[in-house]
C-alpha cells in the first residue's frame, strides 16, 4: 500500500464542476444538492455557515439539521437529516404570492425579490418543507448590556450581524431600520451570489463530512450527476409532486 | 515486495504531478473566469433580479485584500481558516486551503497566493461562529480591580489605568483595604543567574545523596556556602524548594507557541521562577505521560528525554479503526481534519470502525459497532484484545522479535520494543529491571563517551535476550546490519545466573491472562463475542489498523495503565509510524533550534535565570529525595500530605489546591492565563474556597476576555486580545501527518484599545502586561537589547515576526529549506489586507526591520498562507509517514517501575495491567454505598467548547442548554420522563451546589433526557453549559451594574458532583502516576425536584 495524493478534495472537484457549469447559459444548467446522510454528522456547520454567510437573525434559519434517534439500547443508532431549501421544479410556494415577489429564477433557484415582497407569509404557510421563516428584524445581541466604556457593549459588537450580508449579488445592511431584508420573508437560495463568483454554497463548502454536494446535474461529468443515479437516492415527500432538487443519499 | 512498491511509487508521483497540476490549473482559470465576468459586469446567475433590484455589486469578501489568513481557536484543534474582513470588521470565517485541517488533500504550499481568494476549505459550527467570541458584548476592554472593600467574587470592580494597575502589582501595599499585600518585587529575590547556577547544583547534589544523614549535611554545607544570599530562598532549611521567586506562579490553560515562548521568557528566564505551569491533566494527561514513559530514551545508561506527546490513528489511511473514549465527530483534535477521512472513508473506501464509548456519540452512530463499555474498565478491554491476540498468534512476531534498532531496521520497520527483553523478578515474582549483560557474565560492561561531555565516560551494560533459548548481550540502539538481533517472544520465569527472569511480552501476556475472556467480557460489561470479533478485524489489516484513545481512557485513576494497555495493543501488529496506523506530530521550528535559523530565540536571552527547585506541584521530582522527606521521621513519611508527580507534569488539579495547603510551601502571587480551572476541573467548586481567601493566596491576576468563572474571583483583571487579534504559533496534533506550523495573526484591530510599554504603543493583553511588569522589574531579556544581539525586545512583534522568520528559513543550515519570496502581487496584498490595522499592529516599515530586508518577503509568503504546511505528497514515504517517531517504545519501563509512590512508598508498575477504578490517592477504593447508583460521565457536543463558547448566540441558537442523558431503563426505575428536573448529588456534595462564597449557590438540576445512547447505570451531560459568569451574570463596573445574558448560563454544569478525593479533600480523584483529573469515575444520584 502506498499513500498518494492522487485523490482530490470533493471540494475542488465540485468546484470544477461549477466551473464548467457557468460557462453555460443558465438555462441550460440544472443546479442540484445532493446530501449524502452517511456522511452527515449532524455537525450543524451548515447551519451556522450558512446563518454567518447570510446574516440571518435568531428565527430565520435555511438549513436546519434534524436529528431523531432509533432503536433501542444498545442496537441504537442517530440520524441527522439537513433541510434546505428543496428548490423545487414544481414549488408549492410561489404560486400564493400575492405580488409575485418569489419564483423560480432562470437556472430553477426558487429565489425572494425582497423589493416586492410584502411580508405577508402565505409562501412560509405553503411550503410542505417548512423551507422559508420570517425575518422579524432582530439580531442576536438584542438584550445585551451596553455599558458604554466599560465593557465592549452591545453597539460596539453588533457590528459583525450589521454589515452586508450579498445575497442576490447585492449588498443588505441590517441597519437598525426596517429595510430589507427585514420584513421580508427569507429562504435558500443556494448562496446564487457564491455560485456566481465560481464558489460553492456556504453549506457545502463547510461540509466537515463531505455530505453535501451541488453541481449541475445537466453536466455528464459532474459529481451530482453521478450521484444522482445511484440506487440509494430519495427525495423529501415525492408524493406531493414538488420535484425537489435536493437529493438525500441513505 | 520492496521493488513493487518502488515502482507504484514512481507510479503515483507522476499522478500527483498530473493531478496537481491540474488543480492548479483549474484555480487559475476560476481566477481568470470571475476576473473577467466582473469587468463585464457580466452576472451569470441572477440577470432577473439584477433588473428588478438595484445593480449588482462586486462582493469584497472574495477578494484577497479583504481576507486574512489565520488560525482558528474556537477550541483547540487548530484549523486553518481565512477571515474575511468588511471596513475592517470580521464579517466571515471559511477554512484556509493551505491548512491540512480544512481540505484534504489541501493545496500544494506553493499554490500561488493570488488564485486563492474563492477557495475554501470547510470548518466546523464553533468556528464558524468565532465572530461571536470576538464580539463579544461582553468582552472586556479596561484593566479592572478588585473594588477595595469588597471580596473576591463580589463582582464588583473598578477600571484603573493600566500603568497603575502595573505599579501596584510590582510595589504591592494595601491595595484592598485589607493589609498589605506583597508586591512581585518582593518575590524578585534572587536575581543574579550565576549565583543561581551554583545554588542549582549544589541542591542537585543534596538531592541525590541517598544517605539522609549526609543530606541533611549537605543542606548545612548549602546554608554556609551560600550564606549571603539565605535570604533569597523560601526557606534555607529547604534549600530544595528554591529561591523566593518561585513563590510566583504562572498558571495557563489554552497556551499555544509564541505565547509560551513569551510568558516563559518572562517567568522563567527573566523573573526566575520554576512555577509555569500548565492545564493539560485536565484534558488528558494520563495520555500525555504515558506516552512520556513510552518515549524515555537510554542516554548514558539512564533513561530520559521522554517527550511529553501522544499518539493517534492516520485514520485517514486506515482500515479499521478502533476508537476508545474518543469523539472525532465532536472533539479529538478535530472534526474538520478527521471526519471526512471517517465519513469519506466508510462510505467510499470499505473504512470501518467501532467506537468504545457507554454513550451513543455522533461517530459511535456511525460505527460498525458500539460497544458501551463500563466506565473504567477500558485497559480490561485492551487486556482483553492483548489476550486473545496473543492466544491466536495474530501478532507481528517479527517486529516484537526485534530488541534492537538494527533488527528493527532489517525488517523494515522504523521503530522497536522491549518485548523480547529479559526482565529480572523479585522474590515474589514482580518483575523489576532489565536484566543487565555484566550481572550473568555474558558481556563486560564497556565504557563510552558521556554524550553532555565527550571528554568523560560512563559504563554501558549491554541488555539480554533470549535467541533460540541462548542468552545474547544487545544495544538496543545498534544500528549496524551485523548487530542486528531478535529474540525469543516468550521466556517465562528461567533461572539466568542469580536471576529468575521472563521476556517483556510474557509478563504483558500474564497481565492478560490474569482473567478470562469471558471474566473480562464481564468486567467491561461487553459481550465475549463483540471482542473476539474486534480483535480479529485488528489483526486483518496488517498495519492499517489502529486504536485511537482519548479522554475517555484516560481520565480515570487508572488513566495511566488504560493508555499503556492501548498502546501496547497497537504494538502487536507493529502499526508504528504506519500509513493508517499510529503516528505522532511534526512541526516547524519557530523558537529557532535547528541550526541556521535566523533568531535562535534561548541564545537571544541576556542574563537569563536559572531556575530551580521543587515546583508547587511536585512534578519531574521525587519525594524520597526531597529535604522535606528527610527531615520527617521514617514512620511519618508516608503517605506525603499531597501526591508527587516524577513522571507528569501540567498537573492542574494541583496548582490551586497547592497554594491552598501551602505545601510545600506558601506563594505569594498566582497569574491565570486563558484558564478557567473553577469551571474546567472536576470538583473546581473546591477550587473557590481558596481563591476567595487572600490569606491563602495574597495576589491573583488573571488574563481574560471576559470575567469569567475563575477570574471573579481575581484582584485585577487584564483584558487580552481575542483570537482575531494576536499572534500564535499553533503547532500541530499527532492526528496530522504532515509538518506545519498555523500561524495566528492580527485580522482586526484590537477591541481592547492601546497602551504604552517601552516607549512603544501597542493593543493592551497579556504581552503588554508582561513587557510593562519587565520594564518595572528591570527584567534585561525584555526591552531595549533584550533579544541581545538580535535587538530590543519592547513590542510583541519583535519576538513573534522573528519566529515566522525562523519557520520561513526552515531547518536546513544552508537555507536550502527556505520558503519561495512573496513575489509582487503577494507583497501588494499582503500590505492591502491590513490596511485596516492600526500602526501599533501592522506597520510594513517597522515589521520589516524587524526580521530584515532578506527574509522580509519569505515572511510575507509565510502569512499570507496563514503558516507554513507541507505538502500531502511529503507527508508519505511508501506505505510509511515520513515524519517519523522512529525509534524505542517503552511498552516496559524501567524508570516507571524505579519510581516510588509518594503516598504508599510502593514501586509503581512498568507495564500494561488493569487496575480497577475508581481508587482515592492512596490507592483505596472509592466506594460510597449503594444509594450513589449511576456513574456520571461528561461528554462534548460539536457546537460548543469546554468553558469559552457559551456567548456564540448561533451556537447556542441550535443547542440552548444541555441535558441528563440516562437510558431509560435507569428513568424506567426512577419514574423520571423526559423533560423532568434532577439534581444531581454525590457523597462529596451532598446538596449539589456550587457555592461560589459570595452569597450564590448554584445548584446542579438538569433536565432528563430519556435516550436508548447511553448504557444502564451510566449519565452523562455536555460540558460548557451552566455558566455562573462569562457575561452570564450581573456585575459591577464602576458602581455600574452591568446586567447579564441569561442565555449564557442555561442548562448546568455538574463538575461540582464529581467526587473529591478523600484523602486530599480539595481536589478530585486523581490518577496519581499519570496525574489525569478524573471526570469519569464518580457514583452519583439524581434526584427529582
Redesign the interface.
Known amino acids: 500500500m502506498v499513500v498518494t495524493s492522487q485523490e482530490q478534495d470533493i471540494l475542488l472537484r465540485m468546484q470544477d464542476d461549477l466551473r464548467r457549469a457557468l460557462e453555460k447559459p443558465p438555462h441550460q444548467r440544472r443546479w442540484v444538492m445532493v446530501i449524502d446522510l452517511r456522511r452527515c454528522i449532524g455537525c450543524h456547520a451548515c447551519t451556522v455557515a450558512c446563518v454567518a454567510e447570510n446574516k440571518l437573525p435568531p428565527g430565520v434559519v435555511y438549513r436546519p439539521v434534524l436529528e431523531e434517534e432509533f432503536g433501542s439500547y444498545p442496537n441504537a443508532t442517530r440520524r441527522f437529516l439537513p433541510r434546505p431549501c428543496m428548490q423545487c421544479d414544481n414549488p408549492p410556494c410561489t404560486p400564493v404570492c400575492p405580488v409575485h415577489a418569489t419564483y423560480r429564477d432562470e437556472n430553477g433557484v426558487v429565489v425572494v425579490d425582497y423589493a416586492q415582497c410584502i411580508g405577508c407569509r402565505y409562501c412560509i404557510t405553503a411550503c410542505p418543507y417548512a423551507a422559508r421563516t420570517f425575518d422579524f428584524g432582530r439580531v442576536y445581541t438584542d438584550g445585551t448590556a451596553e455599558a458604554e466604556g466599560l465593557i465592549l457593549g452591545r453597539s460596539r459588537a453588533d457590528d459583525y450581524e450589521r454589515v452586508a450580508n450579498f445575497e442576490y449579488g447585492r449588498p443588505y445592511e441590517r441597519l437598525r431600520g426596517e429595510e430589507s431584508p427585514i420584513g421580508n420573508v427569507r429562504k435558500c437560495h443556494f448562496c446564487l451570489h457564491r455560485l456566481a463568483a465560481g464558489m460553492l454554497p456556504a453549506c457545502t463548502t463547510t461540509c466537515i463530512g463531505r455530505a453535501t454536494m451541488f453541481g449541475d446535474a445537466n453536466d455528464p461529468d459532474s459529481l451530482v450527476t453521478e450521484m444522482i443515479a445511484r440506487t440509494n437516492v430519495i427525495r423529501l415527500k415525492e408524493e406531493l409532486g414538488t420535484e425537489p432538487r435536493v437529493y438525500y443519499l441513505v | 515486495m520492496a521493488v513493487q512498491?518502488r515502482v507504484?511509487?514512481t507510479h503515483?508521483y507522476e499522478?500527483?504531478k498530473v493531478?496537481?497540476f491540474s488543480?492548479r490549473d483549474?484555480i487559475k482559470?476560476?481566477g481568470i473566469?470571475?476576473g473577467t465576468?466582473a469587468f463585464l459586469g457580466w452576472?451569470?446567475?441572477?440577470?432577473?433580479?439584477?433588473a428588478?433590484?438595484?445593480?449588482?455589486?462586486e462582493?469584497p469578501?472574495?477578494s484577497l485584500e479583504n481576507q486574512i489568513y489565520t488560525v482558528c481557536l474556537q477550541c483547540n484543534t487548530v484549523c486553518g481558516i481565512k477571515v474575511k474582513l468588511?471596513?475592517g470588521?470580521?464579517?466571515?470565517?471559511?477554512?484556509n486551503p493551505y491548512s491540512p485541517w480544512t481540505?484534504?488533500?489541501h493545496l500544494d504550499y506553493e499554490t500561488p497566493f493570488a488564485q486563492t481568494g474563492?477557495?475554501?476549505?470547510?470548518?466546523?459550527?464553533k468556528?464558524?461562529?468565532g465572530?461571536?467570541t470576538?464580539?463579544?458584548?461582553?468582552?472586556?476592554?479596561?484593566v479592572l480591580k478588585r473594588k477595595p472593600g469588597t471580596k473576591r467574587g463580589e463582582n464588583q470592580w473598578i477600571?484603573i489605568d493600566f500603568d497603575t494597575a502595573l505599579d501596584e502589582i510590582v510595589n504591592g501595599g494595601d491595595l484592598f483595604g485589607e493589609g498589605p499585600v506583597p508586591g512581585l518585587k518582593e518575590s524578585y529575590a534572587l536575581k543574579d543567574p550565576a549565583v543561581a547556577k551554583e545554588m542549582a547544583a549544589a541542591v542537585k547534589a543534596i538531592l541525590t545523596e541517598k544517605d539522609t544523614a549526609k543530606k541533611l549535611a549537605l543542606v548545612e554545607d548549602f546554608k554556609v556556602k551560600f550564606k549571603d544570599y539565605l535570604d533569597t530562598l523560601i526557606d534555607p532549611d529547604h534549600p530544595d524548594w528554591g529561591p523566593k521567586n518561585n513563590q510566583v506562579v504562572f498558571n495557563w490553560g489554552r497556551l499555544k507557541g509564541g505565547r509560551s515562548d513569551f510568558i516563559n521568557r518572562f517567568m522563567r528566564d527573566g523573573f526566575g521562577s520554576t512555577n509555569t505551569h500548565g492545564h493539560t491533566t485536565v484534558c488528558q494527561g494520563s495520555l500525555y505521560f504515558a506516552g512520556k514513559a513510552m518515549s524515555e530514551k537510554l542516554v548514558d545508561g539512564k533513561w530520559t528525554g521522554g517527550d511529553k506527546f501522544y499518539w493517534q490513528g492516520d485514520v485517514r489511511?486506515s482500515e479499521f479503526v478502533i476508537f476508545v473514549g474518543a469523539s472525532p465527530?465532536e472533539g479529538n483534535y478535530g472534526?474538520?481534519l478527521r471526519?471526512?477521512a471517517l465519513?469519506?472513508g466508510?462510505?467510499d473506501k470499505g473504512l470501518k470502525y467501532v467506537v468504545v464509548d457507554p454513550r451513543?456519540s455522533?461517530?459511535a452512530?456511525?460505527a460498525w459497532k458500539?460497544l458501551?463499555i463500563r466506565p473504567g474498565t477500558e485497559g480490561a478491554m485492551a487486556l482483553a484484545l492483548i489476550q486473545w491476540v496473543l492466544d491466536n498468534e495474530r501478532y507481528d512476531k517479527v517486529y516484537l522479535a526485534a530488541v534492537n534498532k538494527a533488527a528493527a531496521v532489517a525488517a523494515g520497520n522504523p521503530t522497536w520494543t522491549e518485548a523480547a527483553w529479559l526482565v529480572k523478578l523479585d522474590e515474589n515474582g514482580t518483575p523489576t529491571t532489565f536484566l543487565r549483560a555484566s550481572e550473568i557474565g555474558l558481556k563486560e560492561k564497556e565504557p563510552r563517551p558521556l554524550s553532555t561531555d565527550p571528554e568523560k565516560t560512563y559504563e554501558f551494560d549491554y541488555f539480554v535476550t533470549l535467541v533460540n533459548g541462548e542468552p545474547v548481550a544487545f544495544d538496543p540502539y545498534a544500528d549496524k546490519p551485523e548487530d542486528a538481533v531478535s529474540g525469543d517472544l516468550f521466556v517465562n520465569g528461567i533461572q539466568l545466573g542469580a536471576f529468575t527472569v521472563k521476556s517483556v511480552l510474557q509478563i504483558i501476556s500474564d497481565a492478560a491472562h490474569e482473567h478470562t475472556l469471558e471474566e473480562w467480557a464481564e468486567i467491561c460489561g461487553l459481550r465475549v463475542t463483540d471482542l473476539v470479533e474486534v480483535a480479529r478485524e485488528f489483526t486483518s489489516h496488517?498495519k492499517?489498523a489502529c486504536a485511537d484513545i482519548h479522554r475517555g481512557v484516560s481520565q480515570h485513576t487508572n488513566g495511566f495503565y488504560n493508555v499503556l494497555a492501548w498502546y501496547t495493543l497497537n504494538a502487536l501488529i507493529g502499526n508504528y509510524d504506519f500509513?493508517?496506523g499510529m503516528i505522532k506530530l511534526s512541526t516547524y521550528d519557530a523558537a529557532g533550534g535547528k541550526p541556521g535559523q535566523p533568531f535562535p530565540l534561548s541564545k537571544l536571552n541576556p542574563s537569563a535565570m536559572i531556575p530551580f527547585g521543587t515546583s508547587i506541584i511536585r512534578h519531574d521530582a521525587k519525594y524520597q529525595e526531597s529535604v522535606l522527606y528527610a527531615r520527617l521521621p521514617e514512620d511519618q513519611r508516608y503517605p506525603a500530605k499531597r501526591n508527587w508527580y516524577p513522571l507528569s507534569s501540567d498537573v492542574y488539579q494541583e496548582v490551586i489546591p497547592s497554594i491552598g495547603d501551602a505545601y510545600p510551601y506558601p506563594v505569594k502571587a498566582l497569574f491565570m492565563y486563558m484558564g478557567s480551572p473553577v469551571y474546567a476541573l472536576p470538583a473546581g467548586h473546591k477550587l473557590i474556597e481558596i481563591l476567595s481567601d487572600p490569606k491563602k493566596l495574597p495576589l491573583f491576576i488573571a488574563f481574560d476576555i471576559t470575567i469569567g468563572e475563575t477570574s471573579m474571583y481575581a484582584d485585577y483583571i487584564f483584558p487580552d486580545t481575542s483570537y482575531l487579534e494576536r499572534w500564535e504559533f499553533n503547532g500541530s496534533h499527532p492526528s496530522v501527518p504532515f509538518k506545519v506550523q498555523g500561524i495566528r495573526q492580527p485580522a482586526i484591530a484590537p477591541?481592547t484599545g492601546e497602551v504604552t510599554v517601552f516607549g512603544q504603543t501597542m493593543p493592551l493583553n497579556m504581552e503588554a502586561v508582561l513587557l510593562g511588569l519587565a520594564e518595572r522589574l528591570g527584567l534585561k531579556n525584555f526591552g531595549p537589547g533584550g533579544l541581545g544581539e538580535a535587538g530590543d525586545l519592547s513590542h510583541q512583534d519583535d519576538l513573534y515576526l522573528r519566529m515566522v522568520a525562523n519557520v520561513a528559513f526552515g531547518e536546513k543550515e544552508d537555507g536550502s529549506d527556505a520558503v519561495p519570496d512573496a513575489d509582487a502581487e503577494e507583497l501588494r496584498l499582503f500590505e492591502q489586507a491590513r490596511r485596516h490595522l492600526p500602526k501599533s499592529v501592522f506597520d510594513p516599515e517597522r515589521w520589516k526591520r524587524i526580521v530584515g530586508e532578506a527574509l522580509w518577503p519569505k515572511v510575507v509568503y509565510v502569512l499570507n498562507r496563514g503558516g507554513r504546511f507541507q505538502?500531502?505528497?511529503k507527508?508519505?514515504k511508501?506505505?510509511q509517514v515520513a515524519n517519523q517517531y522512529g525509534r524505542l517504545i517503552n511498552i516496559y519501563q524501567e524508570k516507571t517501575y524505579s519510581t516510588k509512590s509518594a503516598m504508599t512508598g510502593e514501586h509503581l508498575v512498568g507495564y500494561a495491567r488493569y487496575f480497577p477504578a475508581p481508587v482515592d490517592v492512596l490507592g483505596r477504593p472509592v466506594e460510597d454505598g449503594a444509594e450513589y447508583d449511576l456513574r456520571l460521565i461528561t461528554h462534548r457536543e460539536?457546537?460548543m467548547t469546554k468553558s469559552r463558547t457559551s456567548g456564540n448566540?448561533?451556537?447556542t441558537?441550535?443547542m440552548p442548554e444541555n441535558v441528563v442523558l440516562m437510558?431509560?431503563?435507569d428513568a424506567a426505575a426512577r419514574g423520571l420522563k423526559t423533560g423532568d428536573q434532577v439534581k444531581i448529588i454525590c457523597a462529596s456534595n451532598p446538596d449539589g451546589v456550587w457555592d461560589l462564597h459570595n452569597g450564590v449557590r448554584v445548584p446542579m438540576i438538569g433536565k432528563v433526557k430519556v435516550?436508548?445512547?447511553?448504557?444502564?447505570g451510566v449519565i452523562s451531560f455536555a460540558l460548557g453549559f451552566g455558566h455562573f459568569a462569562y457575561?452570564g451574570v450581573d456585575f459591577q463596573?464602576?458602581g455600574?451594574l452591568?446586567?447579564?445574558?441569561p442565555r449564557r448560563t442555561r442548562g448546568f454544569h455538574a463538575n461540582a458532583a464529581m467526587r473529591v478525593d478523600p484523602y486530599l479533600g480539595n481536589t478530585p480523584l486523581v490518577d496519581p502516576v499519570g496525574g489525569s483529573a478524573v471526570f469519569y469515575d464518580t457514583m452519583v444520584k439524581v434526584v427529582k425536584v
Open positions: 512498491e507504484s511509487q503515483s499522478r500527483n493531478s496537481m488543480r483549474f482559470m476560476a473566469m470571475y465576468a452576472r451569470p446567475d441572477f440577470p432577473q433580479l439584477v428588478s433590484q438595484a445593480a449588482a455589486t462582493i469578501l472574495h468588511l471596513d470588521v470580521a464579517a466571515k470565517i471559511d477554512g481540505m484534504a488533500p474563492t477557495v475554501e476549505g470547510a470548518i466546523c459550527p468556528g464558524q461562529a465572530l461571536q470576538v464580539y463579544d458584548p461582553y468582552r472586556i476592554v479596561k477600571t489511511n465527530f472534526p474538520p471526519v471526512p465519513t469519506v466508510a462510505t451513543l455522533k461517530v452512530a456511525k458500539w458501551p496488517g492499517r500509513a493508517g477591541l505538502n500531502f505528497a507527508g508519505y511508501g506505505n460539536q457546537v448566540y448561533w451556537l441558537a441550535i437510558n431509560s431503563a435516550t436508548e445512547g447511553i448504557r444502564p457575561g463596573i464602576d455600574v452591568i446586567q447579564g445574558d
